[in-house]
């Protein structure tokens, strides 16, 4: 028997993951135009399609949805080394948290959210490691630190909606406002545009 037909999931449970994506595809769908906090089980179960007890019986807690939803929706930290001006690069990640907001509205609540920020965090703090190192080398170990920390804090998926319903900023505006805020504490160190390229 070849690996493959040995991993080949039954009907049974090709249904049953089928029902599982099902209702997390309507949970997801509710959550454009609902907050996830207002997003009841009766609810899922109605855009699904199924029965209460099916939603029950795939998530027994409403916070498995949550964890389920973020875990499936999980992304990977974009590289800021991929666009050729350092504003662009900002942006094209900030764009990223305004296409994923949703997302990020939901990972808030759900109980994955210490491992998704630990990896996320992790990620992100390597790579403003890296680029601070290559264009301000004369930081010294502990002033680096302190600014991918503060650099870590500032751009992040929950600033993005800070901004967006604190300060009422369309998705544009709060993707140019992130980046302000951020190019102006990396210039404030230092950096300038020629060091970021």
């Not at 900002?90 to 939901?106: C, G, I, K, S």
């Amino acid at each position: 028997m070849s690996d493959a037909a040995a991993h080949k999931p039954s009907l049974r449970e090709a249904h049953a993951q089928a029902t599982r994506d099902r209702i997390l595809d309507a949970f997801a769908d509710l959550l454009t135009d609902t907050h996830p906090a207002e997003v009841s089980v009766p609810d899922v179960a109605r855009r699904a399609g199924v029965g209460v007890a099916t939603v029950y019986r795939h998530f027994p807690k409403k916070l498995d949805l949550f964890d389920s939803y973020a875990s499936r929706n999980a992304d990977d930290v974009l590289p800021l080394d991929q666009y050729d001006h350092p504003a662009d690069r900002l942006r094209a990640v900030a764009r990223n948290f305004a296409l994923r907001e949703t997302h990020y509205r939901v990972e808030r609540f759900g109980p994955v959210i210490d491992e998704i920020r630990s990896r996320r965090r992790t990620a992100t703090y390597a790579q403003w490691d890296t680029a601070i190192r290559r264009s301000l080398p004369d930081f010294d170990d502990n002033d680096r630190d302190r600014l991918c920390r503060t650099l870590g804090g500032l751009f992040t998926p929950w600033t993005y909606i800070s901004l967006r319903d604190d300060g009422g900023l369309t998705p544009e505006e709060a993707v140019e406002a992130l980046v302000g805020i951020v190019w102006s504490v990396l210039e404030n160190a230092g950096a300038n545009e020629e060091d970021w390229r």
